[in-house]
């Protein structure tokens, strides 16, 4: 069973401080762990991904980190915007077959001004 | 290069009756994905489409089908609605094998009564 797993269902954060959103995953294989920002009324957005080769991913003001020994992934917003108030997935493509997403259930982000 | 379009946005059907969500994928884009998100969870994979044939299938029953068309748009049809099928159902294309980017379309929030 590939199980992505967002534990805290919500964060809120001043605006200019550090969003530090976390994924733990249960299974060691896979390709690719993708984070998805979803607005109200809108599909979700492909926002950056890591692959199983490295540590750490980063564009802009996110970066994504990879603790393969814990199984947990990070997403890091600096500085957070209040347009970063959104809800975020975290999703692990999987390996052979179809090339499917298994999504966590999300974490609400708000950024206060 | 146009998006992702799903319709309808909303529907609202009885128990019982059949649904057709229809989505149209981003241009060049020959894979599509659907995608059953229940209120506070995150997004499960229905079944994805490449080339005109199912290639994967979520823990869905036979009452979910799809369809792809040859300019590569695609069908969700559910037959026999029940109320847990009340859901945002969420279309993703992608550029066919080893393209981990997935654009989704807004989805169509369907409610059955």
């Known amino acids: 069973d590939q199980q992505v797993k967002q534990n805290s269902p919500s964060l809120s954060v001043q605006e200019g401080r550090i969003s530090i959103l976390n994924c733990d995953y249960t299974n060691s294989m896979f390709d690719y762990f993708l984070w998805y920002k979803k607005y109200p009324a809108e599909g979700p957005t492909f926002l950056i991904s890591?692959?199983?080769?490295?540590d750490k991913n980063e564009d802009g003001r996110f970066t994504v980190f990879l603790n393969k020994s814990a199984k947990h992934l990070s997403l890091h917003i600096v500085p957070s915007q209040p347009g970063d108030s959104a809800v975020y997935f975290c999703?692990?493509?999987?390996?052979?077959?179809?090339?499917?997403?298994?999504f966590g259930k999300g974490m609400k982000l708000t950024v206060n001004p | 290069e146009t998006g992702v379009t799903q319709s309808p946005t909303h529907l609202i059907k009885t128990r019982g009756q059949q649904v057709t969500l229809r989505c149209s994928s981003q241009?060049?884009?020959?894979?599509v994905s659907w995608y059953q998100q229940a209120l506070g969870q995150g997004p499960q994979f229905i079944f994805q489409y490449y080339r005109e044939e199912e290639n994967g299938r979520g823990n869905f029953p036979p009452r979910f089908s799809g369809l792809q068309f040859p300019n590569y748009s695609s069908e969700l049809n559910v037959n026999a609605l029940e109320l847990d099928d009340s859901a945002l159902y969420l279309c993703a294309s992608s550029g066919g094998q080893g393209y981990y980017g997935y654009t989704f379309g807004s989805g169509t929030r369907l409610t059955v009564v």
């Open positions: 999703a692990r493509k999987t390996q052979g077959g179809s090339e499917k997403l298994v």
């Open positions: 890591i692959s199983s080769i490295k």
């Open positions: 241009s060049g884009h020959n894979t």
